[in-house]
């Protein structure tokens, strides 16, 4: 399997596409300068406590205060929200290695014994805002290395159970037990089996400074407050993957190709050489073929093989996928291997859904009825197979006795499908568009206004297929009239991604201009 990593980037956001063998897989945007993602840390305060919930809602700094339940804070809480305590009021604490650690919190206690409003916490992100709903928190802090997650205020050490070997189990915790200090534990992760020791342990000592620059951090600082930031998406997915079947990764801006290679220099130098700064006309989506993708994968309609389809429906508790036949039992003869075909290609095309779209919580699928109970056994086996390279967590049911298979699957972040449910911005919901016939005035009374009120003179439009072609016809072009006409010099692109009546005009830098 060969995996590829292209990295769009755009003065607002960044879009992140992972294909495996040329076929898009994992697709997820980073807003610029949000300010939060799932593994960041903060100094929050404490604004209520919901004693019916068992929970208490925090300020971090975001417009909705974010929620941590008491389940979530974490079996070294009480030592952790001690030391916060000292550190709020500037008094001396002893270095962490000689900590004295408080008893384990238990699973039936309340959260008003421990919290109280107005405290100040050390907190992490586990889930992003979803809706409505703020970030969830959660007290038991982890930080995430290439080999290894570092735990802070445990001494447990724990070994992937993906590393089978007990020669390589015991080799990996005797290099643990050597750096380690008092006071951390670990969990090590698939991608430390056959690292050597040098490795490994730079991944630890590197952790633990980050831990001990945070928790330093809370001594000037006053709540709410960022403490230590995760990764960006793209070096965070790089880190988690990177093995040998990435074969490249795509950049179409040089200041995040010079970070994602600095990047690998250190965690796999041998891989720098796969980074590759994407120079060409044409945009970086449109070249690999993700743009197309993207636009037929995002639909309530999804094809499959010879007819067969799904459809793919979302709501605010659930989301449900009903397969379809197609014409397909109308021209062969043997149904129950007819409808097990369409199931099994349906079910691969369900579990790379779930990843494109990173749909979470309850998915309800409804596969067509079989008859026979060992083909809906090995539908259920296929499902899980088809799912085990799903690195987020999930939970998959054999199907009941009305063809219903029931999967969860956990959500950290908003669904990447959801920015696609908001009101049409080229016809503000009423299903009309302005006249094409009229799009080459617009534009130029657009060019016009920033070449005579602005003075920028240097215009890149950027527009569909279509239009950019009506642009550049004949000659003179309308693009040549403009530039004589106004004195300016204006590029066309063409950006699969824009609606047929759409374009945008952008200046010298890439900026897009309103």
Known sequence: MNKELIINVTPSEINIALAEDKELVEFSKEKCQTGFAVGDIYLGRVRKLMPGLNAAFVNIGHERDAFIHYLDLGPAFDTLHKLTGMLAQKKR???????????????????????????????????????????????????????????????????SQKIKQNSEKKRLKKIVDTVLPKNYGVIIRTAAAGMTDPDIEQDILSLVAKWEGAFNKMKTIASPALLSEEMNRANSMIRDQLNGDFKAIHVDDQAVYEDIREYIKVIAPEKSRIV????????????????????????????????????????????????????????????????????????????????????????????????????????????????????????????????????????????????????????????????????????????????????????TVKASPYVAAFLRQGFPSLRLKWMWKYKCWVRVKTDQALGVAETKIMDIKGRELN
């Open 276 to 459: 590759k700064l994407y120079k060409g006309n044409v945009p970086i989506f449109d070249n690999f073929d993700i743009t197309r993708q993207i636009k037929g994968l995002f639909a309530k309609h999804v094809s499959l093989k010879r007819g067969a389809y799904l459809i793919i429906e979302h709501t605010e508790a659930l989301h449900v996928i009903d397969v379809n036949s197609g014409n397909r039992t109308k021209v062969e003869n043997d149904q129950e291997r007819t409808v097990m075909d369409v199931n099994l290609a349906a079910a691969a095309e369900i579990a790379r859904q779930l990843r494109l779209r990173d749909m979470g919580g309850i998915i309800v699928v409804d596969f067509i009825d079989l008859h026979k109970g060992e083909n809906r056994q090995v539908l259920y086996d296929k499902m899980t197979q088809y799912m085990a390279t799903d690195r987020a967590k999930h939970t998959i049911l054999p199907l009941s006795k009305f063809g219903l298979m029931q999967i969860t699957r956990q959500r950290v972040r908003p669904e990447a499908i959801s920015e696609a449910k908001e009101v049409c911005p080229y016809c503000n919901g009423t299903g009309t568009v302005s006249p094409t016939l009229l799009i080459d005035k617009q534009i130029e009374n657009r060019i016009a206004y920033y070449t005579e009120k602005k003075g920028i003179m240097n215009l």
């Open 93 to 159: 604490i002893p270095k962490f290695e000689n900590l004295k650690m408080a008893p384990p919190l238990g699973k039936n206690g309340k959260i008003g014994e421990h919290l109280a409003v107005g405290d100040t916490i050390m907190v992490q992100i586990a889930k992003e805002a979803i809706s409505t709903k703020g970030p969830r928190l959660t007290g038991d802090i982890s930080l995430a290395g290439r080999h290894v997650v570092l735990l802070p205020l445990s001494n447990k050490i724990s070994i």
